[in-house]
């Protein structure tokens, strides 16, 4: 045997001690793999937990909606907990018999890598005294003015969680009292709308004995044009002219001429009169499985909820319902701006000692 082919046997019989070199090198890394994963998993589970819970409450809400149209009881089902258990092992191992002058050895190679993602997710239906609560109950007045306070348009929130003001009726779409809204409804509404981007107006909640209550006060001196629209304002609604404060009370007619009396809706209320806004199938109205579609009414529309026998390609929130699928375009921001205030409006209408949802991520 010549010299090159003894080196290449040589090379060849001494690969097991580069594997077993190799292996002693990966394996305390391997082994210590799984006590680093949780930081990572914190990042990605935080952010996957939150666009899930946003969309399935988006969707539950829409689903809701759809539901008093057809006469369906709403049924709302909270997440209370989410328990996420995440585990990453594995095993990496080699042996081998060398034996001298002739270098025979035997090998053994093997390996595996093991994980698993285990939630465990809780849920509590609303029922008794919290769904009372939360959906038979008016939205208190002082809730509604904290919304427009924190800047949502006065004449949108107005027009969808009040009855009337001052007696001044709102336009209700509800199958059970469908009506226009009084003459002076819009024009009161626009008006006010036009004084709170003057920015010439606040709002002030004192809290007493567990109740807010609402107070709305000049802040500045208006402008010649502003000043036209809260001499309309307190015409409109037969206030006291030289009254700078007033008191927000719920109650359809005011009992002083400083008051200003809210006949707010209850969050029930409220998804009735959105239920008028959904596209019935043709079909559903034919065989008097929905309300018949409200009589034309002008002001403007809440949402548009569409219908069709498959799913939409690029919705807000979508859900299959009785054979078809409904949901609110992604493009349509007036009908999605309805549906993100809705879901505000439920928070703060909730009661009770249970906190939100828990999310613990067990990781290792």
Wanted: neutral net charge; glycine residues 8%.
């Amino acid at each position: 045997m010549n010299m090159r082919q003894e080196h290449a046997r040589l090379r060849r019989r001494s690969r097991p001690v580069a594997w077993l070199l190799w292996i002693a090198a990966l394996a305390p890394g391997l082994t210590t793999a799984g006590c680093g994963i949780g930081p990572p998993l914190l990042s990605r589970d935080r952010l996957d937990y939150q666009v899930s819970l946003s969309e399935s409450w988006k969707r539950q809400m829409l689903m809701n909606i759809i539901k008093t149209r057809y006469a369906d009881a709403p049924v709302f089902l909270d997440v209370t907990s989410i328990i996420n258990q995440n585990s990453l092992g594995g095993y990496l191992g080699a042996s081998a018999l060398l034996s001298g002058p002739t270098w025979s050895y035997a090998q053994d190679y093997g390996g595996s890598v093991s994980g698993y993602d285990r939630p465990t997710i809780t849920y509590s239906p609303l029922t008794g005294a919290k769904f009372a609560q939360s959906l038979m109950s008016p939205i208190p007045p002082a809730t509604i003015l904290s919304m427009v306070q924190s800047g949502w348009p006065i004449d949108f929130v107005l027009r969808l969680t009040c009855e009337s003001v001052n007696g001044v009726r709102n336009t209700s779409r509800s199958a059970l009292n469908q009506r226009a809204a009084d003459p002076e409804f819009e024009e009161l509404v626009a008006a006010l709308r036009r004084i709170q981007v003057s920015d010439t107006i606040g709002v002030r909640i004192e809290r007493k004995n567990s109740v807010d209550t609402a107070h709305c006060f000049l802040g500045r001196k208006p402008t010649e044009e502003v000043a036209k629209d809260f001499f309309r304002v307190r015409e409109i609604l037969g206030l006291d002219p030289n009254a700078e404060t007033l008191r927000v009370a719920y109650g359809a007619v005011p009992s002083k001429r400083d008051e200003l009396a809210m006949l707010s809706r209850s969050m029930l209320q409220i998804l009735v009169e959105l239920g008028g806004c959904v596209d019935v199938p043709a079909e559903h109205l034919a065989a008097g499985r929905a309300a018949p579609a409200s009589e034309p009414i002008a002001g403007p529309l809440f949402a548009r909820i569409h219908s069709g026998p498959t799913a939409p390609a690029d919705a807000a929130a979508a859900v299959p319902y009785k054979g078809h699928w409904f949901w609110i375009d992604d493009g349509d921001f007036p009908s999605k701006r309805t549906l993100s205030i809705l879901m505000m409006f439920f928070s703060l209408t909730e009661t009770g000692s249970r906190d939100g949802p828990v999310v613990t991520v067990q990781a290792g």
